[in-house]
DNA sequence: CGCCTTCATAACCAATTTGTTCTGAAACCA
DNA sequence: TGGTTTCAGAACAAATTGGTTATGAAGGCG
């Protein structure tokens, strides 16, 4: 994978590691906690957070023998920046008034 | 490939499709027209069109021999929704006045 | 009609991805 | 020290990806 955005959008193109940071979002996991809701062994999980650590999504820290993962969560603010760029293309409608509404429900979320 | 978002992100992870998406905010153009920027054949990107076209992120129609791609944006507001979940994790810092600014900022852009 | 242009599809290939099982390293615990 | 727990890495297999060349279908044009 030559960049960065690439690996992001990559890694977050399967459901089993989006469901990994999801699960990070209330804090640090050990591999065998991240690997409990999944019908899969411990290796294909390792394998996962090897991704979302190429990607920049997780660090990771030792406590005694377990592993722990922690979100990262930056290279989404990035892929969601690139995202941004469309935001005009994804309004059907292109008229001044409607793109006014549009401006103002944004700044309401 | 099961679910949209993953088909909009594995979509998303190769730069090419990137380029071909940003290439169509200029409007709709023939599979010549979107191939001349890369060194590859036809076949290749006729298969970029066709992942882009099964993420839903464009539509086709013909006009005579030619068949002209045109952006579907809606698609990529669901994965910039979906990114949003997480703006709270990219920010360093979580006391109640960054927390503040940052809603301030927010509202800027 | 016959030719040309535009493009999709088929067949193929190499590399990558995503899973597996087996093994062993690292660090704590009795 | 020796055993146990936690996890990574190696080796393997199957499916997918991203490219190729060859071919032919669809639709104007002389």
Redesign the interface.
């Known amino acids: 994978m ?2 960065q ?2 690996a992001v ?2 890694a ?4 089993t590691r ?1 469901a990994i ?1 999801a699960r990070l ?1 209330d804090g640090e996991a050990t591999v065998a906690e991240l690997a409990e809701p999944f019908a899969m062994s411990q290796p294909a999980v390792s394998k996962h957070l090897k991704v979302l650590e190429q990607a920049g999504l997780i660090t990771r820290t030792r406590r005694a023998t377990a592993r722990l993962s922690h ?1 990262r ?2 290279p ?2 990035t ?2 920046d690139w ?2 760029d ?2 005009a ?2 309004q059907e409608s292109h008229d001044r008034l409607d793109d006014l509404l549009t401006e103002l429900q944004e ?1 309401d979320t």
């Open positions: 030559v960049d955005l690439s959008f990559a977050l193109a399967d459901p989006r940071l979002r979100l969560a930056e989404l603010r892929a969601r995202l941004g469309y935001r293309y994804w700044k």
